[in-house]
């Protein structure tokens, strides 16, 4: 079974300072990683995956994550944030092994960027 | 239409009584997952159908909560008895396929039901 844990529940920042939202996994097998981004009143939409290859990923709106296999996390950051990131962030994971998998996702991180 | 579409949009029901939420996936999609989302609670796994596969129902939280996908297309969920706990917003997913392919693995989320049960 697959678990993911972000860490804050709440990340509060001021516009155009950097972030960096958290997420831990668990697992025995290897998996594939995702940030979605839920905006206001929105559906989620993906934000970017992690494959294989280069474990520094990029993805829409200036956002990239980094896969780190030996601390099992995915972090998610941005060099500077715009008002319009505020949002809800879900990491995700899901195995690689074919079949009947599904989607885990963490509890999400409230990302709100302040003036 | 190009998007997961899930109806209707916003339900208020009364305890007690049984709702269908309804969703249409994207069109060839093979997979598909069933969420909710409740305040402060994240996304709950509820149950995911693949092709022709039994489903993975370990997420329905009792067994008033059911689901079923006919044609490998449009999937209705069904909660009997609604709860004032049963209020949050389902959401539904849709995937080309699962497996080691890594080009299939996104997820396409609809915009959601919200459910309100009072």
């Known amino acids: 079974a697959q678990s993911v844990t972000q860490l804050d529940s709440q990340v509060p920042v001021f516009e155009e300072a950097p972030v960096e939202l958290r997420c831990n996994y668990s697992?025995?097998?290897?998996?594939?990683l995702f940030w979605y981004v839920q905006y206001p009143n929105q559906g989620l939409q993906l934000l970017l995956k992690y494959l294989s290859g280069s474990t520094l990923v990029k993805g829409i709106n200036g956002f990239e994550a980094e896969f780190n296999k030996s601390q099992t996390s995915f972090h998610l950051r941005k060099p500077s944030v715009h008002i319009s990131d505020t949002a809800e962030y879900f990491c995700a994971v899901r195995p690689l092994s074919a079949g009947a998998q599904k989607l885990v996702f963490g509890q999400g991180t409230r990302l709100t960027i302040n003036p | 239409g190009a998007g997961v579409s899930q109806s209707p949009s916003n339900k208020v029901t009364e305890k007690g009584k049984d709702v269908e939420l309804r969703c249409d996936p994207i069109?060839?999609?093979?997979?598909l997952y069933w969420y909710r989302q409740s305040l402060g609670q994240g996304l709950e796994f509820l149950i995911y159908f693949q092709g022709n596969s039994a489903p993975d129902k370990s997420g329905l939280p009792s067994d008033r909560f059911s689901a079923e996908r006919t044609g490998g297309s449009v999937s209705t969920l069904t909660i009997q008895r609604t709860q004032q706990e049963d209020s949050a917003v389902y959401l539904c997913a849709s995937s080309p396929s699962t497996g080691n392919q890594p080009m299939n693995t996104e997820a396409f989320f609809g915009q959601g039901t919200r459910l309100t049960v009072v």
């Open positions: 697992s025995s097998v290897s998996v594939y």
């Open positions: 069109s060839g999609h093979t997979a």
